[in-house]
């Protein structure tokens, strides 16, 4: 069955698709929304996910820092955000830790004086100090058609600052700037979260990661959504629905033309929908073979490699920690690194770029329900039960098969709760709660559970490598589709998802970016 031409046909009711589709259909376009999966959502969603237990986990994407204020203005989102005290806890070899608290710098010293780390404090702060200036330069700029590299540096105006963070290796200020291994490893982890490289590799992947962890909305601070990353995208499919976009679940696409032609196949049927324009939310390599052409959309034909288990767990209260100088409230309430000295963060990396499951995996922990406890059940919430979600670093894609992912899957469970309990002061297991089968709650997915589930090449939750958010001063850009950062070299399909330029993480600049395109150029 063929349908009558729409104005735009977005593939992928992820976050950014619903995103485009809620700015188009506002712009009195024909939108129409086809997404595999029985609801919309992609990575962004909130899930039951254990069997008869009250408790709505963010089960795959967990924090909000990119999306700007101007994206949930402009499209009336009733979202809330909440603010953590707590920066982070980082254990160290001994029993004492870092607490970075955000509220009382005073005890936060006394924390790095506490690890050894004295002359870091006021390292740290002027090193934030420094990003915190990127972040309000460039920052503004991520939803305007994107500057090159010469005007994104004269807006930064500091030539040291550029050097440092754009165009040298991200372990080499690190390590100029800071003396204590458990420090540098602290800041080092925005530079790896997603991505599989070494601090001093000299293609600047840590570094492009990094930046896009420290500019969000002008501060690079990461907030917890209230009612979950569900209520996010619930929020962008109300705007979408309500401005007239039609969204279709249960429909996957099978192919598309560059004419615009999209076949799908819903309910057993085979339905070819034409757009006038296609906006793919998709990855630029899925993209590729939906296209009949496999990776030559993703402007290469190497396949993305993602590099993380995510666990997420119910506990029935929060652990007792080896630090006993720290609660579990305090720890838990920021981001808790386990293993994440500058050191382990290298030795791990090299472990895992052998195909090997490192000794001890890094991880970040974090606690949503201490600073949302509408997630649980009230009966939950007032027996003192917790979520943990768990993002470890450094897991290889390339140890998985379709073969061995169920033996791999409980294997890196394993070695990530050891990671957990080698810094608790009770192993974390005895913490479990229970489902309605009697089974303890907790679910691991892999890099190849992440390729199944939302159709994410190689498990990358960036949909491939992150892109500077400018243009080389040489690359064209004289089509909308060029100057928003959403071309695919097929002038009736754009990209709208992560795999844009200055897409990864829950941002919607994808879907805003690609929007903006197909109204001044269409």
């Known amino acids: ?155 930064v105006d500091n030539d040291a600052l550029w050097t440092a963070l754009i165009e040298q290796p991200l372990g080499g200020v690190i390590t100029q700037r800071f003396t204590n291994d458990l420090v540098r490893g602290v800041v080092a982890t925005d530079g790896l979260i997603g991505t599989f490289t070494s601090l001093d590799d000299q293609s600047l992947d840590a570094n492009r990661c990094f930046l896009y962890h420290v500019i969000g909305n002008g501060t690079g601070d990461w907030d917890v959504p209230i009612g979950g990353m569900g209520a996010v995208t619930g929020a962008l499919e109300r705007a979408a629905r309500e401005a007239g976009a039609r969204l279709e679940v249960g429909a996957d696409v099978t192919s598309i033309t560059p004419s615009g032609a999209v076949e799908y196949r819903q309910n057993d049927r085979i339905m070819t929908a034409n757009g006038a324009v296609v906006l793919a939310n998709v990855a630029p390599w899925v993209l590729g073979e939906l296209l009949g052409n496999g990776g030559e959309a993703s402007g290469g034909a190497i396949k993305p490699e993602g590099a993380q288990v995510k666990v997420n767990l119910l506990l029935t209260r929060l652990p007792r920690l080896k630090d006993a100088s720290v609660s579990p409230e305090a720890a838990f309430g920021g ?155 097929y002038p009736r399909i754009l990209v709208c998802g992560a795999g844009a330029r200055r897409g990864g993480g829950v941002s919607g600049l994808g879907g805003h970016n690609a929007a903006m395109a197909v109204l001044e150029g269409f």
């Open 335 to 489: 981001t808790f690194h386990i293993n994440e000295s500058y050191r382990q963060l290298q030795t791990a990396y090299e472990q895992a770029v052998l195909g090997e499951v490192p000794e001890l995996v890094p991880c970040e922990i974090y606690c949503h329900s201490l600073s949302d406890p509408s997630i649980l059940s009230p009966q939950l919430a007032a027996a003192g039960a917790h979520t943990l979600t768990v993002f470890a670093l450094h897991t290889p894609n390339r140890a998985l098969t379709e073969e061995n992912n169920d033996q791999m899957r409980a294997l890196l469970q394993a070695a990530v709760l050891r990671s957990l309990n080698s810094v608790l002061a009770e192993p974390i297991e005895a913490l479990l709660e229970t489902d309605a089968a009697g089974l303890p709650c907790i679910e691991t997915k892999t890099t190849l559970d992440l390729e199944h589930a939302l159709n994410l090449p190689g498990g990358n939750i960036f949909h491939g490598k992150l892109t500077w958010p400018f243009l080389e001063d040489d690359e064209p850009r004289a089509t909308p589709a060029e100057r928003w950062g959403v071309a695919t070299g």
């Open 1 to 155: 069955m063929s349908e009558p031409t729409h104005d735009v046909v977005i593939i992928g009711g992820g976050h950014n698709g619903l995103v485009a589709a809620a700015y188009l259909a506002q712009a009195g376009r024909s939108v129409l929304v086809i997404e595999r999966e029985p609801q919309v959502g992609g990575a962004a969603i909130s899930a039951n996910t254990f069997p008869g237990v009250d408790a709505r986990l963010s089960r795959y994407s967990y924090l909000v820092s990119l999306l700007p204020t101007r994206i949930i203005r402009e499209l009336g989102l009733d979202i809330e955000l909440v603010r953590r005290r707590y920066s982070s806890y980082t254990p160290g070899l001994s029993d004492s830790g870092l607490l970075v608290d955000n509220d009382n710098a005073e005890s936060t010293r006394a924390a790095f004086i506490g690890i050894g780390a004295a002359a870091d404090f006021d390292a740290w702060n002027a090193f934030y100090d420094d990003t915190s200036r990127l972040a309000r330069s460039l920052f503004p700029t991520v939803c305007e058609p994107l500057l090159t590299r010469s005007e994104a540096k004269r807006l």
